[in-house]
């Protein structure tokens, strides 16, 4: 079956089973249910829809990693009980059901949760809830990534590395490290809370390289991580593509979000193509509905027309996502079926 047309192209990303395996819950509010929760927890922000999505949208173009993070304030404001959390995480869930993405990995730092007195533990509970509900509502797989902070305490990350390793029941998978690169440059302080959790049972990943260079994916590896969320910087460095392809550690990319973090000049500099030439393993994903302003689906697009990517290039980039998911063997061979059942019934 051809799909030469512009909008059978679209249709097409649209209707395709995607795997999403790097989504942030705080970038990702809904701007109806941010309104709602503002009025409701006397939270001052816009009192208009519009208002509201201009105020959760980054910037195109920030000046930095550090510039985009600023967007995540207002949200982490706002999600600070668990019934604005349990919302937050099951209008989320069913937004990507309804973008098509089959399997999710959602991820967030509880730590940034507790002002108004949750625990850690509790705030895994209310998104766990939410995503539950939402996942049983659509049919779609959900698994959680718990996130570790590097502005955080060695003791706060460790804490959080048990709590992860304790919510295993409720669908955490993974535990992950983010935050600004620029001011904590170092992810082996954390090494001890990464090591709790391998031990517990959960993947590791860590975020890297959105400021610093391929250095900071280098320094990644220190804490041997499955996958790496962006990376995509390793490009500018041959032996560390050789090295992260010769270990399999994928780089979950996300070119909308890296270009308003100004790590490329612009989006049709995103190196995946390249990365991808060298044998380094990647998964496509947008880091956040909201801040990036973009669905699964439009991210797919924008590869295939701006990055040149053609229509089997991105199915093999749904099926690499299937690969990479911190999902058990059995559901991973269930959703590469339906991919390959979905690509069956259109002939392809
Ligand atoms: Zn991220």
Request: charged share 25%; hydrophobic share 45%.
């Amino acid at each position: 079956m051809q799909y030469q047309r512009a909008e059978d192209a679209r249709r097409l990303l649209h209707e395709l089973p995607k795997p999403e395996l790097h989504l942030h819950l705080d970038g990702s509010l809904d701007a109806a249910l941010a309104l709602e929760l503002a009025a409701t927890r006397r939270v001052d922000a816009p009192r208009d829809w519009a208002g509201m999505r201009a105020a959760l949208v980054a910037p195109e173009r920030c000046l930095d990693q550090a510039d985009l993070l600023r967007a995540f304030d207002l949200p982490i404001a706002l999600l600070q009980d668990a019934e604005a959390l349990d919302m937050a995480a099951e209008t989320l869930v069913r937004a990507k059901a309804g973008d098509n993405v089959a399997y999710l990995e959602m991820r967030w730092g509880p730590h940034l949760h507790t002002a108004k007195g949750l625990s850690p533990t509790q705030v895994i509970r209310a998104v766990a809830a939410g995503a539950r509900r939402g996942a049983t509502a659509t049919g779609i797989e959900v698994r959680l990534i718990v996130t570790a902070l590097r502005s955080h305490s060695r003791d706060e990350n460790r804490a959080l590395a048990e709590a992860a390793v304790a919510a295993q029941d409720v669908g955490v998978v993974a535990f992950d490290l983010a935050g600004r690169e620029a001011a904590f440059p170092d992810p082996s302080t954390f090494r001890e809370a990464f090591e709790i959790a391998r031990a517990g049972g959960l993947a590791i990943t860590l975020h890297a390289g959105e400021w610093g260079g391929a250095a900071q994916v280098r320094r990644a590896l220190d804490v041997s991580p499955a996958r790496i969320a962006h990376g995509g910087v390793a490009v500018d460095d041959r032996a560390l593509c050789a090295d992260l392809a010769a270990r399999r550690v994928w780089l979950d990319l996300c070119p909308t979000s890296n270009t308003q973090a100004a790590i490329v000049s612009g989006y049709g500099d995103f190196p995946l193509a390249e990365l991808h030439r060298r044998g380094v393993p990647v998964t496509l994903n947008t880091d956040d509905l909201t801040v990036s302003d973009v669905t699964l689906s439009e991210e797919y697009l924008n590869v295939h027309r701006r990055l040149g990517l053609t229509l089997p290039d991105l199915i093999a980039l749904a099926r690499s996502g299937y690969d990479a998911a911190f999902a058990d063997q059995e559901t991973k061979v269930r959703l590469r079926n339906t991919l390959d059942a979905w690509l069956a019934q259109r002939g392809m």
